[in-house]
């Protein structure tokens, strides 16, 4: 009775033991096929501030004060974001000028204003005119940088940084002082710029900083009254990531770099649709001296400033020795996207305009890869490159769907096939057949973001997966949804589990990108991402780690396996709750119940006893005496702050008002993933149980009637959810098992190793019989292994190397060995085979 074996043994012994032995068989005698030796990729687009105030080294926000003011607040995809729009302050206001602060030595002493009277250029059309009375008290303006929640920048002693401006004045003998200081006001670096003309030129300085602080500041001085004007103030640290001239900064690069990316993906993401088709990503406006780049307000909620640009990007992958995978600008605005109308219209680019955006992905390409004499390769070549980028890789826009894109893309992929029938031409699909059929794309981009036991289960998705079919990327995924613990362990298992599904198919599955990747936590939009930086610090998330681990010991050559290890049930966390999508209901009598009786009653529950959620609803509902009301346009949902682990019964009586669909109920599900039974759902037609991770399930036809009230019960019974109406069993499921070790194997020929990727994401060490046959072997090999006794341990800027690899010798290897893989952890284990005679 095996059942009975796993219960008795964990009365009996400590977690890391193992009731039965798990084993990996490796044929190593059968020819394998060929792993693709592009998988590990990275995503860069400025979400989180990866770009601004992120890998661009800029010290400086909002340099060319065209930020001036947050004017408009929307709602995308679930997440409201302040879109900046440059405004004109209303009389009687005082100027706010983001990432600046005007100092005087006295209340009359000086007042600042945006300018477009004379301005630098015709992309530039701002400048900051400040007008001082007197220059007593420490008078000027200085910068708070980038990070949020720390104001300011941080410096190193001895270190070298290269500040910049355009400025001018019509004050005679008018000069600035540009300094470093701490916040207390100490001078730790200065150099003057002693007379200023009166047309705009070009400033620069090199300040040496006699500390090392971390919140430091810009700040520019007046030699004495009069009027300036201030354009494009810089900062930047003189020793960038390879020394480049608007370069990148040094410290998260390194950890770039140290992952072996074989690809970068760029600009997004939704940066490249723009909320709007003028917020959208235009490459040639990335070009050139950067006080000429327009820049434009980013989605995500503040201003591009062009200044990592496509030439930045190019010039990244070659230093990163990585393969440029640019994403074109497809005519499909985000908010067209998402289907949500502003004004009513839907932003597309109209189809006789197509032509100009099609142009304009050829002509990327001509300036990656074309010769000198070509247009755009002169201006590559013009920006100091001459040699040919090689890009090979075009994605035709980011999470793009429907007629309109296929109508669009398509025109894309016989324009460039026709011209570049070399590259590789990337379309847009939510899932492995979700694609336009009017084409055939040479590879798809499918993005996920799900829960852990979601994952899991995806491990064998590509196993049967139609080899003739387009090749795959998978360019985002991450363990995301309602996780409560966002960047541990054990998520980065789970993506781990993930991972190493998409690498044993990599024959097919050719790229794969994390996202998010970096966020800067003085900003911080969204958790996980792979990389966390404030100023001066960064760490890597525990799937940081393990992709590096996987990306420095990449197999070549895949082989046939197969596993056998017990199944493992993940502990249930969750909670119940009620909700509704365009519809007004009411739900009173909310009980759970258990063996021991009611563990939780919503009539004598006070309002603070919930959790309102639901972003979109314009009517966000009461709860009040036990009766909640829920209604109106989009949706909102009350759950409990209880939490309930074991079999329990939740039932409660609930009535439709109006609307166009019924009720939602949420029960208690693995890894509090938000899953939720569906009653009167697909405008008021169908009962299902909707989430991650279930079994297949009968959708039955229901159709509510309005003012009825409707008994409602779900029982939760192990595995088992059986949820019933009015006393009728009308839908159910079961949570689908995981296993305890997830594998890839096969050979790195060019080492002669064979490889195995394991994860054992549960709490229980998996002894395990490793048996190659075939094969001869060293005696020893080489584990590197990813774990901690907590699941929930995690890295941090305080701790950056709580969870990391460790490597360690294996000794007695033969073709048939035991090896213990510990609870919570991924292994990369190293047998080296040995040479025929």
């Known amino acids: 009775m095996p059942g009975f074996c796993i219960c008795l043994i964990h009365l009996l012994l400590p977690a890391a033991a193992s009731c039965a032995e798990s084993s990996i068989t490796v044929q190593t005698d059968v020819p394998g096929i060929s792993a693709s030796s592009n998988l590990y990729g ?14 661009y080294a800029e010290m ?42 005007l100092v005087t030595g006295n209340p009359k002493g000086g007042e600042w204003a945006i300018d477009e009277s004379r301005p630098l250029n015709g992309n530039n059309p701002r400048s900051l005119r400040l007008t001082f009375n007197d220059v007593s008290g420490g008078t000027g303006v200085y910068n708070e940088g980038h990070c949020n929640n720390v104001q300011g920048i941080a410096v190193t002693k001895g270190g070298e940084y290269r500040f910049s401006c355009f400025a001018r004045s ?38 040496v900083s006699s500390e090392s602080m971390t919140g430091a500041r810009l700040f520019i001085a007046p030699n004495k009254a009069g009027t300036y004007f201030l354009d494009m103030v810089s900062l930047f640290p003189k020793y960038t990531w390879k020394d480049r001239s608007n370069g990148l900064r040094k410290d998260l690069m390194e950890m770039v770099a140290a992952l072996k990316p074989s690809f970068v993906r760029f600009p997004g993401g939704c940066f490249v649709e723009g909320l709007e088709l003028e917020n959208a990503w235009h490459w040639k406006d990335t070009l050139g001296p950067v006080e000429e780049r327009p820049g434009h307000w980013n989605i995500w909620g503040w201003r591009y400033s062009g200044g990592m640009g496509y030439f930045e990007y190019l010039q990244m992958c070659e230093d990163l020795g ?14 067209t996207k998402d289907g949500v109308q502003q004004d009513g219209v839907y932003r597309y680019q109209p189809m006789e305009k197509m032509d100009v955006l099609v142009q304009d992905a050829l002509d990327s390409i001509e300036y990656a890869n074309g010769p000198v004499d070509s247009i755009w390769g002169a201006k590559r070549a013009a920006a100091g490159h001459p040699q040919p980028f090689n890009l090979r890789y075009i994605e035709v826009g980011n999470e793009n769907f429907g007629p309109e894109y296929a109508e669009r893309s398509s025109m894309f992929h016989d324009a460039i096939k026709s011209k570049y029938p070399q590259i590789t031409v990337i379309m847009d699909t939510w899932g492995p057949k979700n694609f336009p059929k009017n084409r055939v794309p040479d590879m798809l981009d499918i993005h996920r973001f799900t829960t852990p036991h979601q994952f899991a289960l995806n491990y064998s998705q590509f196993d049967d997966y139609d080899r003739k079919g387009p090749k795959v990327y998978f360019g985002e995924w991450c363990v995301e949804l309602e996780l409560p613990n966002k960047e541990s362990l054990e998520s980065g298992l789970y993506e781990g589990v993930f991972l190493t599904g998409l690498e044993k198919n990599s024959d097919h599955v050719r790229m794969m990108s994390y996202a998010p990747f970096m966020n800067n936590l003085g900003w911080q939009n969204r958790k996980p991402n792979m990389l966390g930086f404030d100023l001066d610090h960064v760490y890597g998330a525990p799937i940081y780690w393990l992709q590096k681990m996987y990306s420095e010991n990449r197999i070549e050559t895949l082989l046939k396996f197969t596993v056998n290890s017990p199944e493992y049930k993940p502990a249930r966390l969750g909670t119940i709750g ?38 979109k609803a314009k009517s966000p509902g009461s709860a009040n005496r036990g009766l909640i009301t829920l209604g109106g346009e989009g949706g909102v949902a009350f759950l409990t702050k209880a939490e309930f682990k074991s079999d329990h019964t939740i039932s409660m009586k609930a009535r439709k008002l109006s609307g166009k669909n019924g009720f939602l109920v949420y029960f208690n599900t693995y890894f509090n993933s938000k899953n939720f039974w569906q009653i009167g759902g697909d405008g008021n037609k169908s009962s299902k149980i909707v989430g991650e991770g279930f079994s297949a399930q009968e959708i039955k036809k229901l159709t509510l009637e309005d003012n009825r009230w409707y008994d409602l019960k779900i029982e939760v019974r192990g595995d088992a959810i059986n949820c019933s109406i009015d006393g009728i069993l009308v839908s159910q499921t079961c949570y689908k098992p995981l296993q305890s070790l997830y594998v890839s194997a096969g050979r790195k020929d060019s080492t002669g190793e064979i490889v195995f990727k394991v994860i054992n994401p549960s ?48 000794r007695d290897i033969t073709p048939d060995f035991q090896y213990e893989f510990p609870a919570y952890s991924a292994t990369v284990l190293k047998l080296k085979e040995k040479k025929p005679r």
């Open 170 to 207: 019509d004050s005679p003998g008018a000069g600035l002082t540009a300094s470093i200081q701490a916040p207390d006001g100490r001078i730790i670096a200065s150099e003057p710029i002693r007379s200023l003309s009166k047309d705009w030129r070009k400033y620069e300085l090199a300040l």
């Open 60 to 101: 400086i926000r909002n340099r060319n004060f065209d930020d001036t003011k947050s004017a408009k607040e929307v709602l995308v995809a679930g997440f409201v974001m302040r879109i900046q729009e440059s405004e004109k302050v209303e009389s009687g206001k005082p100027l706010e000028v983001p990432g600046w602060k």
């Open 578 to 615: 009620v909700g509704t999508q365009d519809t007004e209901a009411e739900f009173k009598d909310i009980l759970v119940t258990d063996s021991s009786g009611v563990i939780f009653n919503g009539n004598t529950a006070s309002a603070g006893e919930w959790n309102q959620e639901g972003k």
């Open 763 to 810: 709490p229980t060490a998996q002894l395990t019989r490793l048996r190659m046959p075939a094969a001869n072997l060293e005696s020893s090999g080489e584990a590197t292994v990813l774990t901690s006794n907590n699941p929930n341990d995690k890295n941090s800027l305080e701790k950056p190397n709580h969870v990391v690899p460790k490597t360690a010798v294996v």
């Open 42 to 55: 990275i995503f860069v687009e400025d979400w989180c501030h990866q770009v601004e105030g992120g890998i």
């Open 322 to 335: 990585a393969e440029p995978l640019h994403v074109i600008n497809d005519g499909i605005s985000h908010l």
